[in-house]
């Protein structure tokens, strides 16, 4: 066994270039086959990861995917707002440890801006638990200090001290700037993977205050209220976007969700961050099984040139075969020599696919998180992914079989016999 499996490698090499071609055409169609499945993994994960310990997520009533990917992941606009008076009346109530407001609509050169307080700083968690930690500078205090995510100041090169000024509404541009009233860089957040990242937070008093001399979205003509002087009005927030619940005790969530989506005084909407995140999933579900589908489709196509390839050399390797079954080689061994070189070809495609794959992922973790928060693990195979790498491997012996049992069935007169 041992000398066929060094014959087939030798007989592999010399139709290398043949063979390297489809061992090519493999690793492209696992790569992308295991790039299927890990993107599906990592972007479920990072979803996941993007809020931690919030029991509830309040907003005005809609679906609760939209709430959720507007209040938690910075996607898309919320149909209403939540009263400051409705805000107070759920953190009030005895289950809640904790409520952080979450004002959105403004932005800095396409990123969004959140206006929120203190109890963001302590409260909010991301991943198992993590809080959030500064890579330098401290929380905002005053009322035109913002504390930027680690994307934001990395992307547009902010250090503490630098001086920025917000856009009215959503957008790479937004509507209008609030050029007359800068904000000073107080704080940089560590990279934490999540939207954070691509946040610039300020306090909700800020809020208030860079619309003070505004009107139904735009600047009113002929008043500006200069930044010196908005503290001698009330910043007290009016509403906010949504709100993030903390209970201090998880039994009590249905209760909380029940009295908070019958609240009389507006229409509200709470969530279970985890139950919106799987009728997401359910949603997308579809698309990730026709992108695996597909994939599959590609190795498919991938294993069939190996056949192909492989049956097409068979006439060009008859006198070869003859003369190995001349010298005492069995049509067993005939078999197994060519069932070993198909195999031996599909574990080299699996492996150059894999190694392509981790390269791939290490290079492109870094533009992926900075554009689409999506973070991506340079590994080699995970638990999940080596059942897809058996199968490969599995319908790569089973395609090779097909040529080994033609060529096993090849005689030693056919392979002498010169062909007219």
């Not at 097409?312 to 069995?330: K, P």
């Not at 061994?333 to 390269?359: H, K, Q, R």
Request: one cysteine or more; hydrophobic letters at 50%.
């Amino acid at each position: 066994m041992r000398h066929l499996f060094t014959l087939a490698v030798h007989s592999a090499w010399n139709r290398r270039t043949t063979l390297g071609l489809t061992v090519v055409a493999i690793a492209l169609s696992v790569a992308l086959l295991l790039g299927v499945e890990r993107i599906r993994q990592d972007a479920r994960e990072s979803f996941a990861q993007s809020v931690s310990g919030t029991d509830l997520v309040v907003g005005a009533r809609t679906s609760p995917i939209q709430l959720m990917l507007y209040a938690v992941f910075r996607i898309g606009e919320a149909t209403n707002n939540v009263r400051w008076q409705s805000f107070q009346a759920i953190a009030a109530r005895p289950e809640v440890a904790w409520a952080i407001p979450l004002s959105l609509g403004d932005s800095h050169l396409g990123f969004p801006v959140l206006g929120t307080d203190a109890s963001y700083f302590r409260n909010f968690r991301y991943g198992r638990a993590e809080p959030l930690q500064f890579a330098g500078g401290v929380p905002f205090e005053g009322v035109f200090e913002t504390v930027l995510g680690a994307e934001v100041a990395e992307r547009l090169g902010y250090r503490l001290g630098d001086k920025i000024t917000l856009n009215h509404g959503m957008g790479d541009v937004g509507l209008a700037g609030h050029t007359d009233k800068p904000f000073t860089v107080v704080g940089v957040f560590k990279r934490t993977g999540t939207p954070v990242d691509r946040t610039v937070h300020v306090s909700l008093p800020a809020i208030e205050a860079i619309h003070l001399d505004w009107q139904g979205g735009a600047p009113v003509p002929g008043l500006s209220i200069a930044p010196q002087h908005v503290t001698k009005f009330n910043l007290a927030p009016k509403e906010v976007t949504a709100v993030l619940v903390g209970l201090k005790n998880r039994a009590d969530v249905f209760r909380v969700q029940r009295a908070v989506n019958q609240y009389r005084e507006e229409p509200l909407l709470a969530v279970l961050p985890g139950v919106a995140l799987d009728e997401l999933w359910r949603i997308v579900g579809v698309i990730e099984r026709t992108l695996l589908a597909v994939s599959a489709m590609v190795v498919t196509v991938g294993l069939a040139g190996l056949v192909a390839v492989v049956l097409a050399g068979l006439n060009e390797r008859r006198r070869e075969l003859a003369i190995l079954r001349s010298v005492g080689a069995r049509p067993r061994d005939i078999f197994v020599l060519l069932a070993t070189e198909g195999l031996f070809v599909t574990l080299l495609g699996v492996a150059c696919g894999i190694a392509l794959l981790a390269a791939a992922a290490a290079l492109l973790s870094p533009w992926a998180q900075t554009h689409y928060g999506l973070v991506l693990h340079a590994r080699l195979v995970s638990a999940s992914e080596l059942q897809w790498v058996a199968a490969v491997v599995c319908t790569g012996l089973l395609a090779a079989l097909i040529p080994a049992y033609r060529a096993g069935r090849l005689s030693l007169a056919d392979g002498l016999t010169p062909r007219l």
